[in-house]
């Protein structure tokens, strides 16, 4: 199995933005917060931010360091968050440290925080399991792999440490692993129908043993499900990927669709990933954050006797954290109602 280079950061760097014009004139703050809250385990900034703000991606525009706390960006159990006004302008930062936060152990050479207690940005746990899954290929790279043809004493299916055969054109030289995967949807984009990428779904890994001319004798390593017979083998891949995310908007103006949820559900609700149908040819990255809105319904027109499509409206909030050339995942981080796949995204 490729390994996943995923560095969970628990402790959250916040990062410090320069507020805008426009957001500087209105007012960020919820009605009805709260002028402190204290943090519980297994609260995340997102979750704290949404107490006391319209918006809670604008959290990393309206902190304010406390210079008399050492490193105010990692917020612990038991710390206090509250407001003040810098300049007549709402700043949250933390008012005190809980007991958690003033753990520290002295060394000759270093002070030690324990940041694995740090509350974090959004529940990563929501998507791992999704992220490691998927992979987003041309429809001919995984037609043309090659694929299993056996078990062994030719069963059908296999799971970890069986032994395997593979057949197909390895290009000379033959890996000494390989990715198994398993063909998922093909991505269409519902409004110009251009094919946006084909879902690859990772099935486990396999290290080679033996090689018999086009037949390779493999042993699977690693499975996520049974494998099965015709499934595909693909160089493992290696990818970084972002697990802190610094909120932000996309660079050019986006008007986009939910195309698709894992797990063949039209219907999506909060910390659920969908697909987009906009990525790096976009210039979408990791982080940005896009607005979800539901699609308008259809009515009838008593007077013209037509059918009109009344206007979307804001249903929801999203956040990409993985993009590739046509397609993105995010993690839909607020929803006021049930969401569907076709609602539009656009930027917040």
């Known amino acids: 199995m490729r390994t996943w280079l995923i560095s969970v ?67 612990f159990p038991g710390d206090t968050i509250g407001l003040v006004y810098v300049d007549g302008q709402a700043k949250l930062t933390v008012l005190r440290r809980g007991a958690q936060g003033r753990t520290v152990k002295l060394t000759p050479t270093a002070r030690i925080t324990p940041i694995d207690t740090a509350i974090p940005s959004i529940p ?38 069986d032994k395997v055969y593979a057949r197909g054109n390895f290009g000379g030289q033959p890996l000494k692993r390989y990715g198994i995967y398993r063909g998922g949807d093909r991505y269409i984009d519902p409004v110009t129908k251009e094919l946006l990428g084909f879902e690859a779904l990772e099935m486990g890994s396999a290290k080679v043993t033996a090689q018999n001319n086009d037949v390779l004798t493999m042993i699977l390593t690693e499975t996520n499900q049974d494998i099965r017979i015709g499934d595909r083998l693909l160089e493992s891949e290696e990818v970084k990927l972002e697990t802190v995310f610094h909120p932000s908007s996309p660079e050019l103006d986006i008007r986009g669709h939910i195309i ?39 009515v ?29 995942y995010g993690l839909v981080l607020r929803s006021k109602r049930v969401l569907s796949v076709l609602d539009e995204v656009r930027n917040p």
């Open 300 to 328: 009838k027109d008593p007077i013209a006797k037509e059918t009109v499509e009344l206007p979307a409206e804001r249903a929801g909030l999203l956040m990409i954290f993985r993009v590739f050339d046509k397609v993105s």
């Open 260 to 298: 698709a949820v894992p797990g063949g559900v039209s219907q999506v609700g909060q910390f659920d990933v969908v697909v987009i149908n906009k990525g790096e040819r976009e210039k979408i990255k990791p982080g940005n954050v896009l607005a979800i809105y539901r699609k308008g319904t259809l």
């Open 124 to 161: 990563m746990d929501a998507i791992d399991s999704f992220i490691v899954n998927n992979r987003i290929v041309e429809e001919e790279l995984l037609l043309r792999a090659p694929y299993i043809i056996s078990g062994e004493e030719g069963q059908l299916i296999g799971g970890k440490d």
């Open 9 to 75: 950061a628990i402790g959250c760097f916040i990062s410090l933005y320069s507020v805008a014009a426009d957001f500087a004139a209105q007012n960020p703050l919820k009605d009805g917060h709260p002028d402190k809250y204290i943090v519980l385990k297994g609260d995340t900034l997102w979750g704290i931010s949404d107490k006391f703000l319209e918006s809670p991606w604008l959290w990393p525009e309206i902190w304010q360091v406390n210079p008399q706390i050492e490193n105010p960006h990692l917020i």
